[in-house]
């Protein structure tokens, strides 16, 4: 039996008269990998943020596990949801160890399993390959730290990840090798739902089960890459799929 796990039912966000979100309402099953795509500014990032409590919805309803994110106190919060973003957001001056530490330790866990989920937290990011846990971020490549950034979300191990644009500050060949480590990454922890926020077309439709196109605040489209590309619900959507159509063409002209 699916299961709802994130739930918003007419939600809209204003920032003073600026309505950015209008009337959105969706839900999200567990276990669910969900990209939401759209232009710069549409509204992804505080869509998500209205998620972890972040951000508070203006009118309409949030619901996370059954929980208001904003009536849910933190360490609870912490415990259902892990957040990556494009700034990775590691502190500077601390170990890789204790970078990972910190919702852990929030939680109350003993010395040995904080150690013992540390191990764990850099073979599942593929990192298990050398001495990284005393190393200070800037020790790390670009890629090696979004991959710290991802275990630290995943480190009290919560049914849920939030994703904000992360890899986008990466070179193109790294990209690609994290977009498949993060789908690996999914399928093996299998009931974990990922939400996952880009503006890359193809990170969009790789890695969403479902993809929601966002469009100035509301959604264009919520279904399945399939779905999407063999009847695109409105002419955004259908000018969208029509700019990666011509990427290629221009592709293929440059390289026959
Ligand atoms: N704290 C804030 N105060 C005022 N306006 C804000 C605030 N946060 C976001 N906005 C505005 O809300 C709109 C949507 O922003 P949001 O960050 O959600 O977009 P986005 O789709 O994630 O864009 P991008 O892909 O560029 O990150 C933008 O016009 C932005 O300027």
Redesign the pocket.
């Known amino acids: 039996m699916t299961k709802e796990v994130i739930k918003f039912d007419h939600v809209s966000?204003s920032?003073?008269d600026?309505q950015?979100?209008k009337d959105l309402s969706f839900t999200i099953n567990a276990g669910e990998f969900i990209t939401?795509l759209?232009?710069?500014?549409?509204?992804?990032?505080?869509?998500?943020?209205m998620i972890n409590g972040l951000?508070t919805a203006s009118s309409g309803q949030v619901l996370v596990n059954g929980l208001d994110p904003q009536t849910t106190d933190l360490v609870a919060l912490r415990r259902q949801i892990g957040y990556v973003v494009q700034q990775v957001g590691l502190f500077p001056h601390m170990t890789i160890a204790d970078n990972l530490s910190i919702t852990p330790k929030l939680m109350g866990w003993n010395q040995e399993q904080i150690k013992q989920r540390n191990l764990e937290l850099l073979k599942l990011v593929d990192m298990d390959n050398g001495d990284y846990l005393n190393r200070y971020p800037r020790e790390l490549s670009g890629g090696q730290q979004q991959r710290i950034g991802v275990a630290r979300a995943l480190a009290a191990n919560p049914p849920i990840v939030l994703f904000?644009?992360p890899l986008g500050a990466l070179d193109a060949l790294t990209r690609l090798n994290l977009q498949e480590d993060l789908k690996k990454l999914h399928q093996q922890l299998n009931d974990h739902t990922f939400v996952l926020?880009t503006?890359d077309i193809n990170e969009a439709f790789f890695l969403g089960q479902r993809v929601m196109i966002?469009d100035q605040?509301h959604i264009e489209q919520f279904a399945d890459p399939q779905t999407i590309i063999d009847q695109p619900a409105t002419p955004f959507v259908k000018a969208l799929l029509q700019t990666e159509i011509d990427h290629q063409r221009i592709w293929r002209e440059r390289h026959d």
């Open positions: 966000k920032f003073g600026h950015v979100i939401i759209g232009t710069s500014g549409c509204g992804k990032t505080t869509t998500l943020k951000l904000d644009e926020v503006h966002m605040g």
